[in-house]
Each structure stands twice: as structure tokens, then as C-alpha cells.
């Protein structure tokens, strides 16, 4: 039989062999975890208290666009977990890498969508930034030139810095809220994100010794290339947009803390 036209010209990487072994333990105990902790954003929060809260709509406007900032930012972490699932798979990697892999592409869904769900309760949802500044920063955010630049590992490390510093930002919005469901969902994507913080240490801890140092300032300049272009002067700053854009973006957030909005 003669092989297809698509055969001949899609060659599909080798899957095999597949490893079912337990390698790394303290990364499938975190599996177990993920099992044992997982939470619905439908089932698990009720939001109606941000749907009866007495709120000026210039306040549910801002709250509205405040959440699905956040809800955009973590819908940009899921195309990042698509490569390192797709490596993973194709560089044979053990059965709980690829399941810590799949739970976290789960996750920053399930993270997306407990924000949108916070945005749409208030103000509503935007499916896109106002600002054309932010339309085009976001999308840079998970770019994946730098990680395909590493080893694998080193690429997931990486992300292990960035997942602490979503963590400590969110931790601001718990802070901040004064409404039930915002502080629950807030405590279960911290809970979440422990756990994605716990594996990036548990990662360099069994690999880092092996790198070279080259390698290892490569994944110290290109986190601070990221941080610096992408983060702190892009998503979660008004610096960079145009004076009316800063003076309304800048202004809605400050009044989405005013009223706990996280």
C-alpha cells in the first residue's frame, strides 16, 4: 500500500517508548494532590454576592476590566503548557511529568475561567484589552522563543519564576477583596499555583546541579529579559499607555481596590 500525500509530507515525531515508571515520586505526589484538590468554578464559588453587591457602575466597569486582565494573562499561560506537554511527550519524559504537565494546562483554564466568571458577575467580561498597547504586550507574555532556546528543564524553571510572581500578585488581590467569592477563588488559585511553584523547585533541585553556567545565566537573562518586557513594564503597568489610556486604566483600578474588588 502506498502512503498517503500526507504521510509523505507531515513526519510525525516518535512517540515511543512510552514510560509509565514513576521517576520522580515527589512530582507524581503532586499529581495525587492535584487529584485530591481539584475545585469547579461553577460548582465550588457562588458569585452572587457580587451580583446583589449596592456597587456605582462606574465600580462594576472598573471590576469588570480589572478581572479579565487577569483572566487574559492566565489564558496566555495555556499555549505555554501546550509546548511542554508536546515535548514531553515527544522526548519520552516519565508518566508524572507529562500528568503534572496536563494538570497545569487544566488549571490555568480553570484559573481563566473563575476570572472571567468574577468579570462577568461585576461589570462584565472583555474578551479584549481597550488599550491597542496592552492587544499587543499580552501576547508576549508566554513567548516561546526563549524556552525552545533550553534543555527542556531549564525551560520549565522559567516558568517556575513566573508562576511565584503571579502568585505574589494575586496574593495582593486576596488582600484586597472584600467579597466572599473573590477571596475564595483568589485562595484556590494560590492553592493551585503552590503547587506549581513546589514542582519548578523540585525540577531545579534534581537538575540544576547539571546545567552548565552558561546555561544557568541563559535562564537568569532571559527571566529578566521577560520580567522586564513583558510584566513589569507591560501587563500589570499603565506606565507605557497613552496619557488618556493611563489616566482611565490607572483610575479603574485604583477604584476597583477602593471598593475590594481584589
Known amino acids: 500500500m502506498q502512503p498517503s500525500m500526507l504521510e509523505e509530507l507531515v513526519p510525525v515525531p516518535n512517540p515511543y517508548p512510552v514510560v509509565s515508571e514513576i521517576h520522580y515520586p515527589e512530582v507524581w505526589h503532586l499529581c495525587e494532590q492535584a487529584r485530591a484538590l481539584a475545585w469547579d468554578p461553577v460548582r465550588d464559588i457562588d458569585y452572587s454576592d457580587l451580583e446583589k453587591a449596592d456597587l456605582p457602575a462606574a465600580v462594576r466597569a472598573a471590576g469588570g476590566e480589572w478581572w479579565s486582565l487577569r483572566a487574559w494573562m492566565e489564558h496566555g499561560a495555556t499555549p505555554y503548557g501546550a509546548e511542554r506537554l508536546r515535548e514531553a511527550i515527544f522526548e519520552h519524559q516519565p508518566f508524572e511529568i507529562k500528568q503534572h504537565i496536563t494538570n497545569f494546562i487544566a488549571e490555568e483554564f480553570r484559573h481563566h475561567e473563575v476570572s472571567f466568571r468574577i468579570a462577568k458577575a461585576l461589570g462584565g467580561y472583555e474578551p479584549m484589552p481597550r488599550a491597542d498597547y496592552f492587544k499587543k504586550i499580552i501576547p508576549r507574555f508566554h513567548d516561546e522563543k526563549d524556552e525552545k532556546a533550553m534543555s527542556f528543564f531549564a525551560g520549565l524553571s522559567v516558568n517556575t519564576l513566573f508562576e511565584q510572581l503571579s502568585g505574589e500578585l494575586l496574593q495582593a488581590r486576596y488582600d484586597n477583596a472584600r467579597y466572599a467569592s473573590i477571596k475564595k477563588a483568589c485562595r484556590l488559585v494560590l492553592r493551585d499555583e503552590a503547587r506549581h511553584i513546589q514542582f519548578g523547585r523540585i525540577i ?59
Open 204 to 262: 531545579m533541585r534534581l537538575f540544576f546541579g547539571d546545567l552548565t553556567d552558561d546555561e544557568k545565566a541563559v535562564i537568569g537573562i532571559k527571566f529578566a529579559k521577560k520580567l522586564r518586557g513583558s510584566l513589569l513594564s507591560g501587563v500589570y503597568a499603565v506606565v507605557n499607555l497613552p496619557e488618556g489610556e493611563r489616566e482611565r486604566s490607572g483610575g479603574n483600578r485604583a477604584l476597583a481596590a477602593e471598593y475590594g474588588l481584589g
